[in-house]
């Protein structure tokens, strides 16, 4: 991250995400100095259950995102059902019902892409499993804007497709376990 503080994390995840997710999120504590933005593919008629599910769990405050509200430290968002969820140069969330991208909305892309922009290089960009190249795009934008761009080891991933594309379109990008990232982000980001 060459030294830069970060101002916020994204994440994106698809299949599997309940796992992978569920080795990250519980780790990091109530007073993480910055908001975590996730996207996971959901089907636009599905009810969102990941709030809830996960505010069971972490010790940060879980929730779903809401259209023009300020995204604050020590709280995880994810994306509604439908959505597109994007980062704002003021540092709030805009909600978007735009054309899917790669069959996905919300898309991870859209969320890294608006990130890399809103944050340049104070964000830090994860890419978890996932059966479709969707994030890819998104994570070489956070590369090029001097951010920190990561992704899951493929060879540990529950569905593999979504790191490896990342990789490809991102090959600088730090390869962790899920363990690691965890460590990783407790590391970089210090209450």
């Known amino acids: 991250m060459n030294g830069v503080s970060p101002r916020a994390v994204v994440i994106g995840a698809s299949a599997g995400a ?13 007073d993480f100095p910055v908001p975590v933005l996730i996207v996971v593919h959901i089907p636009a008629d599905r009810r969102n259950m990941l709030a809830p599910l996960f505010q069971a769990k972490c010790r ?3 929730r779903e ?12 968002y994810f994306a509604p059902p439908g959505y597109h969820l994007l980062a704002e140069a003021d540092g709030t969330l805009s909600l978007s019902s735009d ?10 892309d859209v969320l890294f892409e608006s990130a890399a922009d809103a944050y340049g290089s104070n964000v830090i960009g994860i890419i978890l499993t996932g059966a479709n190249p ?3 795009q998104g994570l070489r934008a956070i590369g090029e804007a001097g951010g920190s761009a990561i992704v899951e080891d493929p060879a540990g991933a529950y569905a593999d497709t979504m790191p490896e594309e990342a990789l490809k379109a991102c090959p600088t990008a730090q390869v962790m376990t899920l363990g690691e990232i965890a460590a990783h982000l407790l590391k970089v980001c210090p209450a």
């Open 99 to 108: 054309e899917e991208v790669l069959y996905s909305r919300p898309s991870v």
């Open 65 to 76: 995102a809401e259209d023009k509200e300020p995204a604050m430290a020590g709280t995880i």
């Open 18 to 30: 309940l796992q992978a997710l569920s080795q990250i999120l519980p780790e990091l504590p109530s």
């Open 60 to 62: 940060m405050l879980v």
């Open 134 to 136: 969707d994030g890819a």
